[in-house]
Structure formats: structure tokens, C-alpha cells
């Protein structure tokens, strides 16, 4: 059976009396239900009083203990007995702050917050808000509070307190935060940002800041990488990038806030104690200098304050081989104070030595940089990079560069004989190390250097030589005009503390008609010469036949050297041989010749004989028959006997084809011994005789 059907029973069972202690249990139960407040771990309880108390002061929200309304204090977590039926109960959820939060409350009751003031100022003995009472009683105001919730749980009256959760302020690696504050005292009249206040915790605690004299506004404190619980609606904080100066990099730093610069100065003196611009307010308050600053940084991560410095990056000064860096100072002593002690008096005259300083004054300095890096303020020392090698420039037409060398058109000059030409010149000068402060001293630059005194002066030089000689006298004494022009250059370039190395005429161009002229005098001279080569080639080929036809029979020759000399040997031996066969032959033969003679004797007196014997006979036959007839008979002899020819080995005979060619010539000559026209010669004994 229920037990409270078996009570309800029991009541009702005992009659009046059961009655009344069913009336008694259901009061006290409602009573218990009234007075004891049971509230959750994570709960509050907010009352409300009914009646029996005072009423709440004009403006008051909510009521003290005894006052009627809504109650400021709360009860917390646990069991609370209450006054029965005095009060009504309402619970609420406790309200939480979570990490990277922070909480912020507005007081809805309390007094009202000064004139001039945006936040409620920070009353002690509230336990963070979770004492209503002691919050009122305490003066707190009413209005945004200044003071922030941590992470965590809290027992706020909702009716006293508006809350809310905004995140925490985070700040990056390599970030900066930027405050401004939206209440405390007025900056002070020329500056621009909030000074320094002590004890505010990196703005986590802006009653601090608002007690040590905080100012509104722009800050020059910033926040470093990290979280920070801060009011939002004190401070506005703006996430921006630190400064990072990268390798083979400058950043050069400008002040926007402190002492006013000096009328005289450029740069802003160096100051100590600001940790490389880092610590605006030490930089304030050693009295540094609005404007340009002398000191700059470095590679590395700067937390530098953007409202207070501008940064700029710039390029190290680097000096490659081959040139020096002139320095100009734009900070240090007036030159005029630089003693000109030992100083050159020409120099001095001529206005260089005012400029060109020694080190500390403020000018040209006189020592130069040489080749490497550096970690240079161009803001107060500007570098001016001078080439010490050998620079070329050219008037022989293309673009003109900007590096150098330089390259200009060709000169266009006219000669003395009104002929236009063409001159293509190069120009190679120098500047000496310790030379290069006087020349940025006379001229600037380079640049300028080219532009302004060397294109003009060489432009002018051969204009003046050309106009004073003829283009082709010109064109022949080229050397003779690079060496006046040369001269002329040296002798100006040397005002501007520069070395002229060379000057040198590439090409000369003139008209075409007076180069076609001097071209034909030219191809008639060579042609000539060619001429004179080719008939001494063929002299000289002449020459080298015979050698070439000699050497081909040197082999002869030697064979017959060699043969004469055999032959030599071979008379010699041939001479003794003959002399000894000559003497034996010349006793053989004078013994025949002996025996011949004797012999000979003997036939010519016999051959004598004869011929006496037959000339007598013939002589006979003459007396007897005739000289004529005589030579006939003879001759027949002759001809029979085959010892005279009479037949020609041709025949020619006549056109009738008629008589015998052999009986007629023998007729023919026949008749003509008869006429006497032949006549018959002896020639000797044993001869016959000749017609």
C-alpha cells in the first residue's frame, strides 16, 4: 500500500482531530517549501522580496536586505532556510568565463559614474561582482565597468549585472599591439601620443591606469607577442606587424613625436635608452628628437611603436671592387670652423677644401670608404659611389645606357672645306682614390661628370681642330688630331680632379664622293703596285725555273762530275797505257814503215811505168784518131764497163710519149762531147776520166 494513501487514510479514519493533523502536515509542508532553497553547483538563486521591508530609494534597481524587490545579494550553491513566504526564489546559471576569454559587467544599479569620466571606477569588497550588496554599499557606479572577469565561474545578479564574454586580446610571433585608449586624462598639448603610466599590467588593469595619470588616446606603450585580458571597451588594441629588417638591409627610423628638431640640423642627435626605438618612452624622456633619426637598425625583429616611429627599409651600402664610396655628412661641425692649416693654397682658392672636410664636420668628407658592406644612415650620411678602373665612353651610336660605359651617337663635325663628317670616338678617363672627394666637389657624379664636361668638351674639341683643317687632311693626320684633342681633354679634365688615360678616334667617315675619289686614287696606287709585284713575281718565277731546271740536271751534273772524273782517271791510265803501246807501236811501225817504203818505191816506179806506157798510147790514139773521138771511145768504155751512169734514176719524158729517154740523152751527150762541150779529165793512174 502507498504510505501516503496508508497516512491519508489514517487522517481521515480519525475523524476532527485526524483532520486537523492533515491541515497541520500540509501547512508545514508548504512552509518547508517556502523557507528551505535548494541550489545546484552550478546555479545561483536570486530573491525577490515581497513585503514587510522599506521601499527602495528613487533610481535604485534592486533592493537591500531589508527593502522590498529584488534582492542584490544571491544565494549560492547549497541549502538556504529562508523566511517563509517572505521572498520569491528565481535561479539562474552561473556564468562562466572560459580560456582566452575575458568577462565583462555593466552595473545596472549603483551611482552614476563622474562627468567626464566612461567608466565606473573599481570599489573594493565585491569578490568580483558576486556581492551585490557590498558593491552598492561600497560606491560602486553604475555604467560599463572598468573592472574584467578571468576565466572562470561566477555568481552574478543578473539584475544588478549585464555580462558578457569577448575573447582575449592575442598577440602573434612577430606582432605588435597598438593601444588606444578610449577614457583618461587629455594628452598634453603638443604631443601625440598618451604618455607612459605605471602599474597598469600591459593594460590588464585599467584602474591603474586611469589612477597613474593614464592618458586618452594613442599610446606610446605597445603590447609584445602574447595574450592579454584587457577591457575592449578601455582599450582598442590594433594587431600590426612588427619590424623586421631583413639581411642586407637598413631601416632608417623617423620620430613623429618629441623635442622639435633644431633649425640647423637634418638628423636628430642620437639619444640613449630607448633600446633601438623599442622604448618610445625612454626615447621621450631623454629628450630625443622629433624627425630624422641618427641611429637606425639592423637585421633582426623590432617591437617598435608604428604610431610613434616610421620605419623605412633601406639597401646596405655596398662598394664593389674597383670603387670608393665618398661620404657626405649631413650632420656634424659647420666647415666654415675647419682650420685650413697646411692645406694646399691653390686648393684653398679655388673653393675645394671648403667642402672637402675632415671627419666630424658636416660636408664632403675627405676619407673615403673602400670595397665592402656597410650598415649606413643615408638620411645623414649619403654615399656617392665613385668608379676608380677605367671608364669607357663611346660616340659610336646604339642606346644609351644607364650603367656605364656610356654611348653616345657619333660626332657629326664639318671641315675647313665645308665637307660633313662623321667621327666615331672613344674616351677612357680615371679617378684616383684620393681624388674622388675634390671631383663629387667640383662636378657631383659621375654622371654628371659625362653629361655635362665630357660629352660637351669632346663635341667642341673637334668641332674647333675639323673646322681648321681640310676633310681629307683631316682623314691623314688622324693621329696628329687624337693627339691634340687628347691634350686639349687632359688639360680641362684635370679642373675637375679627373685622369684622362686616352683619347682615341675609332673611325672617320666622310662624304662618299670625296671617298669614291680617294678610293680611285687608292685602287690606281694599288694596282700599280700590284703591277710592279706581279712583273717581279715573274721575274722571280724565271728565277726559280732555271734553279728548279737546275736542280732537275743536278743529278746529271753530278753523274757527269763523276763521269770526268772517271774519264780523268780513265786518260790518265788510258795516256800511260798509250804511251807504252806508242812506243812499241813506234818501233813496230817504223820497222814496217820501212818495209812499206821499199815496197812503195818499188810500185810507184812500176805504176810509173805503167802510166808513162799508157799515156804514150794514149797520146798515140790521139795523134791517130783525134782528141774527140778518142774521149767517145773511152767513154763508151767507161759506160760499158758500168763505171759511168748515164741513166737518170727519174725519166721525164715528153708529151708524145715517143723515142727511147736513154738512147737520147746518150745522143745528147754524145753530140755535145763532139761539140766540145764536155770535156774529159784524168784523174789518175787506174782512174777513168771525169766529164
Known amino acids: 500500500m502507498d504510505p501516503l494513501n496508508g497516512l491519508f487514510n489514517l487522517l481521515i479514519g480519525g475523524g476532527s482531530g485526524g483532520l486537523t493533523l492533515f491541515i497541520l ?227 632608417l627610423i623617423t620620430a613623429r613625436d618629441g623635442e622639435p628638431l633644431p633649425s640647423t640640423e637634418y638628423v636628430a642627435k642620437s639619444v640613449p635608452g630607448h633600446r633601438d626605438f623599442q622604448d618610445a618612452a625612454g626615447f621621450l624622456s631623454n629628450d630625443g628628437q622629433r624627425g630624422p633619426q641618427l ?78 658592406t656597410y650598415y649606413l644612415n643615408k638620411l645623414a650620411f649619403t654615399p656617392h659611389i665613385i668608379p676608380t678602373t677605367n671608364i669607357t665612353i663611346d660616340w659610336a651610336g646604339g642606346k644609351i645606357e644607364e650603367k656605364l660605359p656610356r654611348i653616345f651617337d657619333p660626332l657629326s663635325i664639318v671641315s675647313k672645306d665645308g665637307f660633313q663628317m662623321t667621327v666615331e670616338v672613344k674616351v677612357i678617363l680615371r679617378v684616383l682614390p684620393q681624388q674622388a672627394p675634390h671631383m663629387v666637389a667640383r662636378i657631383g657624379t659621375i654622371d654628371n661628370l659625362i653629361e655635362h664636361v665630357i660629352h660637351p668638351l669632346i663635341d667642341s674639341s673637334y668641332r674647333n681642330q675639323a673646322s681648321a683643317t681640310e676633310a681629307m687632311k683631316f682623314m691623314q693626320d688622324r693621329h696628329e688630331q687624337q693627339r691634340m684633342a ?84 780513265q786518260k790518265q791510265q788510258a795516256v800511260i797505257l798509250a804511251e807504252g803501246r806508242g812506243q812499241a807501236t813506234r818501233l813496230e811501225q817504223e820497222g814496217i814503215a820501212a818495209g812499206i817504203e821499199a815496197v812503195g818505191k818499188a810500185e810507184g816506179a812500176k805504176i810509173f811505168a805503167i802510166g808513162q806506157a799508157t799515156a804514150e798510147a794514149y797520146r798515140k790514139q790521139a795523134e791517130a784518131l783525134g782528141q774527140n773521138p778518142l774521149s767517145i771511145i773511152e767513154i763508151m768504155k767507161q759506160v760499158a764497163g758500168g763505171k759511168v751512169k748515164i741513166t737518170p734514176d727519174i725519166l721525164i719524158q715528153g708529151a708524145s710519149g715517143q723515142g727511147d729517154g736513154s738512147s737520147n740523152v746518150l745522143s745528147a751527150f754524145i753530140a755535145s762531147l763532139m761539140a766540145g762541150g764536155m770535156k774529159l779529165t784524168a784523174q789518175g793512174p787506174g782512174k777513168p776520166p771525169q766529164v
Open 25 to 251: 502536515i500540509i501547512l508545514l509542508i508548504i512552509v518547508v517549501y517556502n523557507s528551505v532553497v535548494i541550489v545546484g553547483g552550478t546555479q545561483i538563486a536570486v530573491l525577490e522580496r515581497r513585503w514587510l521591508g522599506k521601499s527602495m530609494p528613487e533610481g535604485r534597481v534592486v533592493a537591500m536586505a531589508d527593502e522590498v524587490g529584488v534582492q542584490a545579494r544571491i544565494l549560492g550553491p547549497g541549502l538556504h532556510l529562508l523566511t517563509p513566504f517572505l521572498y520569491r526564489v528565481g535561479k539562474q546559471p552561473m556564468f562562466a568565463v572560459n580560456t582566452n576569454e575575458i568577462g565583462l559587467v555593466e552595473s545596472i544599479d549603483g551611482k552614476p559614474v563622474p562627468p567626464g569620466k566612461i567608466f565606473a571606477g573599481v570599489v573594493p569588497g565585491h569578490n568580483l561582482f558576486q556581492d551585490g550588496e557590498s558593491f552598492l554599499n561600497n560606491g560602486g557606479q553604475k555604467g560599463p565597468q572598468i573592472e574584467i572577469l578571468p576565466p572562470g565561474l561566477y555568481r552574478l545578479n543578473p539584475y544588478l549585472f549585464k555580462f558578457s564574454n569577448v575573447p582575449a586580446v592575442s598577440i602573434g610571433n612577430n606582432k605588435i599591439g597598438v593601444v588606444v585608449a578610449t577614457d583618461g586624462a587629455p594628452i598634453a598639448p603638443g604631443r601625440l601620443l598618451g604618455r607612459k603610466a605605471d602599474g597598469h599590467d600591459n593594460f590588464q588593469n585599467g584602474q591603474a591606469f586611469l589612477e597613474k595619470g593614464g592618458q586618452k588616446g594613442p599610446q606610446i606603450e605597445i603590447l609584445l607577442p602574447g595574450t592579454y585580458r584587457i577591457n575592449p571597451k578601455l582599450f582598442q588594441v590594433e594587431v600590426r606587424e612588427a619590424t623586421i629588417v631583413p639581411a642586407k638591409k637598413v631601416a
Open 486 to 569: 687628347e691634350q686639349h681633354v687632359s688639360e680641362e679634365l684635370k679642373k675637375y680632379y679627373v685622369e684622362c688615360v686616352s683619347v682615341l678616334i675609332c673611325q672617320i667617315v666622310l662624304p662618299e664622293r670625296l671617298m669614291q675619289t680617294l678610293t680611285n686614287k687608292v685602287v690606281a696606287s694599288q694596282q700599280m703596285s700590284m703591277f710592279d709585284a706581279q712583273q717581279e713575281a715573274e721575274g722571280r718565277r724565271k728565277e726559280m725555273e732555271k734553279t728548279k731546271a737546275q736542280a732537275d740536271l743536278q743529278p746529271n751534273l753530278v753523274k757527269a762530275e763523276i763521269d770526268v772524273q772517271i774519264a780523268s782517271q
Open 295 to 372: 641611429d637606425f637598425l639592423k637585421p633582426g625583429t623590432y617591437y617598435v611603436n608604428p604610431l610613434m616611429f616610421d620605419v623605412l627599409q633601406d639597401d646596405v651600402a655596398v662598394v664593389q671592387r674597383g670603387e670608393v664610396a665618398v661620404i657626405v655628412s649631413n650632420i656634424g661641425k659647420d666647415p666654415a670652423t675647419q682650420t685650413t692649416a697646411g692645406k694646399s693654397e691653390d686648393l684653398i682658392k679655388q673653393g675645394v677644401e671648403r667642402y672637402v672636410v675632415d671627419s666630424g664636420f658636416r660636408g664632403i668628407q675627405r676619407e673615403v670608404v673602400g670595397p665592402g
